[in-house]
């Protein structure tokens, strides 16, 4: 047999191209019309030589051509039809493509974003000579020069407020503020202070193991800077017992690393201010540069278990304080600081020592409670007013009354006592980040990291699920600009010692549904608590701790309860992977530690990420019998028809260092089996000969980065050196960041120039079967020279 002709030249491609085969394949036939129909709709990817011998212009990429129409006006210059060349067209599949029209005025052809937005060079030289306005120009991102200049091509004159507004969201809806939102905003404020500020007690003392003033701290400054710098007017910010809880696993091992003592309530203090200054640090650092995305890398199943988790060591957690044994766990060493399990143990085998009074305090708020919420959930479809009702601070308030009436304190039960801050003073700034707290700072790293990391994401569950409202106009809700007022509130809180605060759901429904329509509410909650935290604290002397322990047990249980439902779901659907890994974090939290079991969580979400983002999923297509489409022949293959010599590979993803890795391999299963499910170890089922045209369809590929480009051009190099033709439809314009790395790379050139970039499969299909008839041709040229 001869050798294998090379491809044609691009001059023999254009001469050849001039005249449809005139006996086309069977299987492509469809793929290949009539001279008489492409003369009537002019549409074409490859442009042959004029009949006055001027050379064509081709373009790659998708283009939308005009249908043909004899009547056209000079507005609708881009849809009339011109021929190329006077008289009847014969040149069959690959006509000549007449020229578009020049237009006249913008109003006729597609304005170039760069003209529309304008250069900056330009806008340079306006400023040029004000140094003032040069120095503005300068702090101006990217997107601010160019919205200046569409703003002004549309008769608005932006301005500095405007851009300060969007990222100082209080001067929007302060110059927008009515007083009718005042009486709902106050309402509001007064509700969630009656209702969670027994809550930031019980977080303090019973799980971050501060001062419980430091509690209350959190909602003193936190809620105010949020309220100035946040996007979602309706969220309010607070402190929550998963981050309380982190605080408190920090104190401990500080404790347990001989840095201070369980009595030196000072230092704890300092403790937790660090902490949350590290993960207000992290949050901060991760808006400015624009990390927000973040929020959707840990999956709904692990937040369901670490949440779930988070209830059981809670609640186990409390049943030694609500059982009255909180004296005898100090007391043994081992199980104050121990994991769950180590606490079960005990409660079991000191069960018979616990103390009466202590026990049936808090046994009995745990349950008065319990059903004051079943009641009011069952009475608020009917009467939703019920939904406001303080029934926490009912219990709080009576039990402390009956404790200062019946001398509870003197029987044993233990009482809050003094509320004392960890300092001289009530305020007192402290700087987290000095060298003295230096070994504090290493201990707390990863965890204040996960604090951080955790409250973003409950922050944006609830601020997606509040959004922006619809009463303040201008506002817009960005995750950037949350981590910024997230990370910027937790700062300024740690610099007093607050425990962390970020935002919550149940508490901001609270506040939508109680008439909160603004930011200022969470600044009214703010004064409240300054209120609170200047003339009430000698009224927390007598309330017992068994009843805040009870508290905190009352939400264990109820960040408990939403686990069923999503196991449920897991089991319907067959969902084994997410339902292993709530299990691991549960049990591993159980049994091990609550940082251990966040870290083995969070590596097996982002390995799911991983190994996610670093499949490609590239597809073979087939066509649909009696049409022009093709769809993916994945486990479709029998209902679809395969064009003979040829392999359409489809791919839908943007190319980039993460998923090309993989992409080799990918497709030469593809080549091989015609399929990406088979096994390797299989023998080769598709034949050689059938791989002879290679077609990427690259509508898809939205963004290339050099990893990307580097790993395409290896492929088509050494397609082209096996003598396999590569074409690619649907490609970019001309004027893409994509169609630049292609020409720069080489690969257009490699291909055989930009008439291997055609519109779609139909018609690179066309040119397969064209270069095969040419290279027929030139093969029977070739003997009859030789004979």
Same mark, same amino acid.
């Given at each position: 047999?001869?050798?294998?002709?090379?491809?044609?030249?691009?001059?023999?491609?254009?001469?050849?191209?001039?005249?449809?085969?005139?006996?086309?394949?069977?299987?492509?036939?469809?793929?290949?019309?009539?001279?008489?129909?492409?003369?009537?709709?002019?549409?074409?990817?490859?442009?042959?030589?004029?009949?006055?011998?001027?050379?064509?212009?081709?373009?790659? #990429?998708?283009?939308?051509?005009?249908?043909?129409?004899?009547?056209?006006?000079?507005?609708?210059?881009?849809?009339?039809?011109?021929?190329?060349?006077?008289?009847?067209?014969?040149?069959?599949?690959?006509?000549?493509?007449?020229?578009?029209?020049?237009?006249?005025?913008?109003?006729?052809?597609?304005?170039?974003?760069?003209?529309?937005?304008?250069?900056?060079?330009?806008?340079?030289?306006?400023?040029?000579?004000?140094?003032? %306005?040069?120095?503005?120009? %300068?702090?101006? /991102?990217?997107?601010? =020069?160019?919205?200046?200049?569409?703003?002004?091509?549309?008769?608005?004159?932006?301005?500095?407020?405007?851009?300060?507004?969007?990222?100082?969201?209080?001067?929007?809806?302060?110059?927008?503020?009515?007083?009718?939102?005042?009486?709902?905003?106050?309402?509001?404020?007064? /509700?969630?202070?009656?209702?969670?500020?027994?809550?930031?007690?019980?977080?303090?003392?019973?799980?971050?193991? $501060?001062?419980?003033?430091?509690?209350?701290?959190?909602?003193?400054?936190?809620?105010?800077?949020? *309220?100035?710098?946040?996007?979602?007017?309706?969220?309010? $910010?607070?402190?929550?017992?998963?981050?309380?809880?982190?605080?408190?696993?920090?104190?401990?091992?500080?404790?347990?690393?001989?840095? #201070?003592?369980?009595?030196?309530?000072?230092?704890?203090?300092?403790?937790? #201010?660090?902490?949350?200054?590290?993960?207000?640090?992290?949050?901060?650092?991760?808006?400015?540069?624009?990390? *927000?995305?973040?929020?959707?890398?840990?999956?709904?199943?692990?937040?369901?278990?670490?949440?779930?988790?988070?209830?059981?060591?809670?609640?186990?957690?409390?049943?030694?304080?609500?059982?009255?044994?909180?004296?005898?766990?100090?007391?043994?060493?081992?199980?104050?600081?121990?994991?769950?399990?180590?606490?079960?143990?005990?409660?079991?085998?000191?069960?018979?020592?616990?103390?009466?009074?202590?026990?049936?305090?808090?046994?009995?708020?745990?349950?008065?409670?319990?059903?004051?919420?079943?009641?009011?959930?069952?009475?608020?479809?009917?009467?939703?007013?019920?939904?406001?009702?303080?029934?926490?601070?009912?219990?709080?308030?009576?039990?402390?009354?009956?404790?200062?009436?019946?001398?509870?304190?003197?029987?044993?039960?233990?009482?809050?006592?003094?509320?004392?801050?960890?300092?001289?003073?009530?305020?007192?700034?402290?700087?987290?980040?000095?060298?003295?707290?230096?070994?504090?700072?290493?201990?707390?790293?990863?965890?204040?990291?996960?604090?951080?990391?955790?409250?973003?994401?409950?922050?944006?569950?609830?601020?997606?699920?509040?959004?922006?409202?619809?009463?303040?106009?201008?506002?817009?809700?960005?995750?950037?600009?949350?981590?910024?007022?997230?990370?910027?509130?937790?700062?300024?809180?740690?610099?007093?010692?607050?425990?962390?605060?970020?935002?919550?759901?149940?508490?901001?429904?609270?506040?939508?549904?109680?008439?909160?329509?603004?930011?200022?509410?969470?600044?009214?909650?703010?004064?409240? /608590?300054?209120?609170?935290?200047?003339?009430?604290?000698?009224?927390?002397?007598?309330?017992?701790?068994?009843?805040?322990?009870?508290?905190?047990?009352?939400?264990?249980?109820?960040?408990?309860?939403?686990?069923?439902?999503?196991?449920?779901?897991?089991?319907?659907?067959?969902?084994?992977?997410?339902?292993?890994?709530?299990?691991?974090?549960?049990?591993? =939290?159980?049994?091990?530690?609550?940082?251990?079991?966040?870290?083995?969580?969070?590596?097996?979400?982002?390995?799911?990420?991983?190994?996610?983002?670093?499949?490609?999923?590239?597809?073979?297509?087939?066509?649909?019998?009696?049409?022009?489409?093709?769809?993916?022949?994945?486990?479709?293959?029998?209902?679809?028809?395969?064009?003979?010599?040829?392999?359409?590979?489809?791919?839908?993803?943007?190319?980039?260092?993460?998923?090309?890795?993989?992409?080799?391999?990918?497709?030469?299963?593809?080549?091989?089996?015609?399929?990406?499910?088979?096994?390797?170890?299989?023998?080769?089922?598709?034949?050689?000969?059938?791989?002879?045209?290679?077609?990427?369809?690259?509508? *898809?590929?939205?963004?290339?980065? #050099?990893?990307? =480009?580097?790993?395409?051009?290896?492929?088509?190099?050494?397609?082209?050196?096996?003598?396999?033709? $590569?074409?690619?439809?649907?490609?970019?314009? %001309?004027?893409?960041?994509?169609?630049?790395?292609?020409?720069?790379?080489?690969?257009?050139?490699?291909?055989?120039?930009?008439?291997?970039?055609?519109?779609?499969? %139909?018609?690179?299909?066309?040119?397969?079967?064209?270069?095969?008839?040419?290279?027929?041709?030139?093969?029977?040229?070739?003997?009859?020279?030789?004979?």
């Amino acid at each position: 047999m001869s050798p294998r002709p090379s491809p044609p030249s691009r001059t023999n491609s254009r001469q050849a191209a001039d005249h449809a085969p005139t006996t086309p394949s069977a299987l492509r036939q469809a793929h290949t019309l009539s001279s008489s129909s492409l003369s009537n709709d002019g549409r074409s990817d490859h442009s042959a030589d004029p009949a006055d011998g001027s050379r064509p212009t081709t373009q790659a #990429g998708p283009s939308t051509l005009p249908e043909t129409s004899d009547d056209f006006s000079e507005t609708t210059s881009l849809l009339h039809h011109e021929r190329a060349h006077p008289g009847p067209c014969d040149h069959g599949t690959f006509s000549p493509r007449p020229m578009s029209p020049t237009p006249s005025s913008p109003r006729e052809s597609d304005l170039d974003v760069g003209s529309l937005l304008g250069s900056e060079a330009s806008i340079e030289r306006q400023l040029k000579g004000n140094w003032r %306005k040069t120095l503005s120009s %300068k702090m101006k /991102t990217k997107t601010m =020069t160019n919205s200046s200049a569409l703003a002004e091509q549309h008769g608005f004159k932006d301005s500095r407020m405007m851009y300060l507004s969007y990222y100082v969201p209080c001067l929007i809806w302060m110059r927008q503020y009515s007083w009718s939102w005042l009486k709902g905003d106050l309402t509001a404020a007064i /509700t969630l202070a009656s209702m969670y500020l027994p809550m930031a007690l019980s977080y303090a003392d019973s799980l971050a193991h $501060v001062p419980p003033i430091n509690g209350l701290y959190a909602f003193v400054f936190n809620p105010f800077i949020y *309220g100035i710098l946040g996007s979602c007017p309706q969220m309010v $910010v607070g402190p929550e017992a998963a981050g309380s809880l982190l605080v408190g696993s920090i104190v401990k091992s500080s404790i347990d690393s001989g840095h #201070g003592n369980d009595d030196n309530a000072v230092m704890h203090a300092q403790i937790a #201010g660090v902490a949350v200054g590290m993960a207000g640090a992290t949050v901060f650092i991760m808006g400015l540069f624009r990390l *927000g995305f973040l929020d959707s890398v840990l999956s709904r199943p692990f937040l369901r278990g670490f949440i779930s988790a988070i209830g059981v060591v809670i609640f186990i957690d409390q049943l030694i304080p609500v059982l009255g044994l909180s004296p005898i766990a100090a007391s043994e060493p081992g199980v104050g600081h121990g994991s769950s399990v180590k606490k079960l143990e005990f409660l079991f085998t000191r069960l018979a020592d616990l103390h009466k009074l202590s026990a049936i305090v808090g046994v009995v708020s745990f349950f008065v409670i319990m059903v004051l919420r079943e009641v009011k959930r069952r009475l608020q479809p009917r009467y939703p007013g019920v939904a406001y009702a303080p029934d926490r601070l009912f219990v709080v308030v009576l039990s402390a009354l009956l404790a200062w009436q019946l001398r509870w304190d003197e029987q044993g039960v233990p009482v809050l006592g003094d509320v004392q801050t960890g300092s001289s003073h009530i305020f007192e700034f402290r700087n987290p980040f000095q060298i003295s707290h230096m070994k504090h700072i290493r201990e707390a790293m990863g965890t204040s990291f996960l604090i951080g990391m955790l409250g973003f994401f409950e922050s944006s569950v609830a601020a997606k699920s509040l959004g922006t409202g619809e009463v303040i106009e201008g506002m817009q809700l960005s995750p950037n600009r949350e981590l910024i007022a997230l990370g910027t509130a937790n700062l300024i809180g740690s610099c007093f010692m607050a425990i962390p605060a970020f935002g919550g759901y149940g508490r901001s429904k609270v506040n939508k549904s109680t008439g909160g329509t603004s930011p200022m509410s969470s600044i009214l909650l703010s004064i409240i /608590t300054v209120f609170c935290v200047i003339f009430l604290l000698p009224w927390f002397y007598y309330i017992p701790k068994p009843v805040l322990a009870a508290l905190i047990s009352v939400v264990a249980w109820s960040l408990i309860e939403e686990a069923p439902h999503d196991v449920a779901f897991f089991l319907r659907i067959r969902g084994w992977t997410e339902l292993s890994l709530m299990a691991v974090i549960l049990l591993v =939290t159980v049994f091990f530690s609550l940082n251990l079991g966040i870290a083995i969580g969070i590596g097996l979400s982002l390995l799911q990420v991983i190994r996610h983002a670093t499949r490609p999923r590239i597809q073979i297509l087939g066509r649909i019998p009696g049409t022009e489409r093709f769809e993916n022949a994945e486990g479709n293959a029998e209902s679809l028809e395969f064009i003979e010599g040829c392999l359409i590979v489809k791919i839908p993803e943007p190319l980039t260092f993460a998923n090309t890795g993989e992409l080799k391999n990918r497709l030469r299963r593809l080549e091989l089996y015609g399929t990406g499910l088979a096994h390797p170890a299989l023998p080769r089922l598709r034949p050689l000969n059938s791989n002879r045209n290679v077609i990427f369809d690259i509508h *898809g590929v939205t963004s290339l980065d #050099g990893s990307g =480009t580097q790993v395409l051009e290896e492929i088509v190099r050494n397609y082209r050196a096996r003598g396999v033709r $590569v074409f690619f439809s649907r490609a970019p314009g %001309k004027n893409s960041h994509i169609w630049k790395l292609l020409e720069r790379s080489g690969i257009v050139e490699l291909v055989g120039g930009e008439n291997h970039f055609v519109r779609d499969v %139909k018609d690179a299909l066309r040119m397969t079967e064209v270069e095969d008839l040419e290279e027929t041709g030139a093969c029977a040229i070739a003997s009859d020279d030789l004979s």
